[in-house]
Nanobody
Framework: QVQFVESGGGLVQAGGSLRLSCAAS????????MGWYRQAPGKQRELVAL???????NYVNSVKGRFTISRDNAKNTVYLQMNSLKPEDTAVYYC???????????WGQGTQVTVSS
């Protein structure tokens, strides 16, 4: 089963930018939809963005215009460019394959994003 490793998180001031990467253990060509999710302290994990193999994207309203999801199937990697970060973006960010509209039950370690005000 494909595994994902997230990286690129860190501490940034409000208004700053980060680029997250999600490296897959095998080809992402067979994964139609990939997603980025996040979980803030004391809250449930939520969907942030989706991307299909055809490049179609969807975003949660709170990040539209600030975040951009992309994928490079040649590198088996999915990215999340995050601009104009806000303190409320603070969370652990995860990537996962999306099957039948739901993420797999298997999750990676995630990468911590902390935005200071």
């Amino acid at each position: 089963q494909v595994q994902f490793v997230e990286s690129g998180g860190g501490l940034v001031q409000a208004g700053g930018s980060l680029r997250l990467s999600c490296a897959a253990s095998e080809s992402t060509l067979t994964i139609n939809v990939m997603g980025w999710y996040r979980q803030a302290p004391g809250k449930q994990r939520e969907l942030v963005a989706l991307i299909s193999t055809g490049g179609n994207t969807n975003y949660v309203n709170s990040v539209k215009g600030r975040f951009t999801i992309s994928r490079d199937n040649a590198k088996n990697t999915v990215y999340l460019q995050m601009n104009s970060l806000k303190p409320e973006d603070t969370a652990v960010y995860y990537c996962n394959a999306v099957l039948a509209g739901r993420p797999r039950n298997d999750w990676g370690q995630g990468t911590q994003v902390t935005v200071s005000s």
